[in-house]
C-alpha cells in the first residue's frame, strides 16, 4: 500500500515536470477576438481554449458598457490591499516573487499593455509604490513590448495581452508555495484583514 502511494506521488510530480506551452491572446474588459492555446507533453497534448462569444452591439452594448463600469468602480472600492502595500517587507517579498516568476518562464513575442487605476489618486499612488518598480523592470524586457501605466483620475483596469510562453508547473507551485509560507505575506495578510494604514 506504502510502495503504491509512493508510486503515485513519484508520478504525479514526474508529470508537474513536464513542460506547459501557452498561446494566447485576450483583452479586458473584452472588446476582440480572443483565444488560447494549450500544449502539453511536449505538443502530445493540446487543448485549444476558446473564448466566449463576442454580444450583440445593439442591446448588449449599453449593458456591457454598464457592466464594465460596476466593475471598475467595485475594483476600485476595495482598497484594504494598500495597508499591506504599506509594508516595505511585503512590497519587497511581492517584488521578488513577481521576478522569480518572470524569469521562471520561457517567453516569446510578448505584447502587453496594462492601465490601472483605484479612483483615488493617493490610493493609486500608493498601489504604484509596488507596480511602479515592476513595470519599469518588465518594461526594459529584450523581446517583448510592456507596458503598465496607471490611471489617477479614475477607477479602471484594462488589459491587452497576447504571446506564447512555456514554463514548468512544478517549479511554480514550488515559488507559490514559498510566497505564501513568507513571514512578510503572512503580516501583510493580516495587515490587510485589519485594513489599517
Known amino acids: 500500500m506504502l510502495t503504491g502511494v509512493f508510486a503515485f506521488l513519484l508520478l504525479f510530480i514526474a508529470l508537474l515536470a513536464i513542460p506547459v ?5 485576450l483583452s479586458w474588459p473584452k472588446d476582440r477576438q480572443q483565444d488560447a492555446l494549450l500544449k502539453w507533453a511536449f505538443g502530445l497534448v493540446k487543448v ?7 454580444k450583440a452591439l445593439s442591446s448588449g452594448g449599453d449593458h456591457s458598457k454598464r457592466k464594465t463600469r460596476r466593475s471598475r468602480h467595485s475594483f476600485g472600492k476595495k482598497t484594504n490591499v494598500l495597508a499591506a502595500i504599506q ?3 511585503f512590497r519587497q517579498r511581492i517584488v521578488r516573487f513577481i521576478s522569480d516568476m518572470w524569469h521562471a518562464v520561457h517567453k516569446k513575442d510578448i505584447s ?3 492601465r490601472l487605476g483605484l479612483g483615488d489618486p493617493a490610493d493609486t499612488g500608493q498601489l504604484w509604490a509596488i507596480v511602479g518598480p515592476i513595470a519599469g523592470l518588465l518594461a526594459t524586457v529584450q523581446g517583448a513590448a510592456i507596458a503598465i501605466e496607471p490611471e489617477f483620475s479614475d477607477s479602471t483596469f484594462e488589459l491587452n495581452a497576447a504571446g506564447s510562453i ?13 510566497l505564501l509560507l513568507s513571514p512578510p505575506v503572512w503580516r501583510g495578510v493580516v495587515k490587510m484583514r485589519k485594513g489599517t494604514g
Open 166 to 178: 512555456r514554463l514548468i508547473p512544478l517549479q511554480l507551485i514550488y515559488m507559490t508555495i514559498a
Open 87 to 89: 509594508l516595505k517587507p
Open 21 to 25: 506551452a501557452l498561446t494566447f491572446q
Open 48 to 54: 485549444r481554449i476558446p473564448a466566449s462569444e463576442p
Open 112 to 114: 502587453l499593455h496594462v
